[in-house]
């Protein structure tokens, strides 16, 4: 059981490059969510996802674009990469509705970083 | 929105020490969750705990809500213990808004043999 899986791991574009990391889910959870995590920062969330085509805005959103075509994949756009946005990314899952004995589920993470 | 407060920012502790990692919340709450993020970067679910006390090993937790204070409290400490440690809160379940976990800056632990 893989659980969440991100790709890549590791990442260095340039000023102005797109690129898109892919989490993917084996638990069939219904909720996706993307975070980055800054330096001596907890985790901020992106955007989330409810549902196999739904998505909606997080705290920090702007110059991110996400998708979720299918239920188990969820995947977040960068369309012109600034070097705020360099940051280890962090794709979660969970179950809907109340979150007793459900917690989210994190994978691994992205480093990202944007010369 | 809410806001988190974690305390100490920065733990040193000799191998088999006591420690307790306190996290305030500036609002009421119906969702708390303890985390630790390994030194290699994972990120393990360790509580979730609203209210009351739970345990489990030699880690345990107890939240006030009315007082709206978590504490973790980490015995015998062991090498392994070491990463950073944070409190997540949100007021609704998942799926709205108010459902989205909320973070506070965690408490670094670094565990000395």
């Known amino acids: 059981n893989a659980g969440v899986t991100q790709t890549p791991k590791f990442r260095v574009l340039k000023t102005g490059q797109s690129m898109t990391l892919l989490c993917a889910q084996d638990m069939n959870h219904e909720y996706m969510y993307w975070y980055r995590q800054d330096p001596g920062m907890g985790l901020r969330l992106i955007h989330y996802?409810?549902?196999?085509?739904?998505?909606a805005k997080g705290e920090v959103p702007d110059g991110y674009n996400v998708s979720r075509l299918k239920k188990q994949n969820f995947l977040l756009g960068l369309e012109s990469a600034a070097p705020s946005q360099t940051s280890v990314y962090f794709c979660?899952?969970?179950?809907?509705?109340?979150?007793?004995?459900?917690?989210?589920?994190f994978g691994d993470g992205t480093r990202l970083s944007i010369l | 929105g809410i806001q988190v407060e974690q305390s100490p920012p920065d733990l040193i502790l000799q191998e088999g020490a006591n420690s307790t990692l306190r996290c305030n919340f500036s609002d009421s709450v119906n969702n708390l969750q303890w985390f630790h993020q390994n030194p290699w970067g994972q990120l393990i679910n360790l509580f979730y705990?609203?209210?009351g006390t739970k345990q489990n090993g030699r880690l345990s937790a107890t939240t006030v809500a009315t007082e709206r204070y978590s504490l973790l409290y980490i015995s015998s400490s062991q090498t392994t213990d070491s990463g950073v440690y944070f409190c997540a809160v949100s007021r609704g379940n998942y799926g709205g808004s108010q459902g989205n976990l909320i973070f506070g800056k965690g408490t670094k632990l670094s565990v000395k043999p």
């Open positions: 705990i609203p209210s």
């Open positions: 996802s409810v549902g196999e085509g739904t998505t």
């Open positions: 979660a899952s969970s179950y809907p509705g109340t979150h007793s004995n459900q917690p989210q589920h």
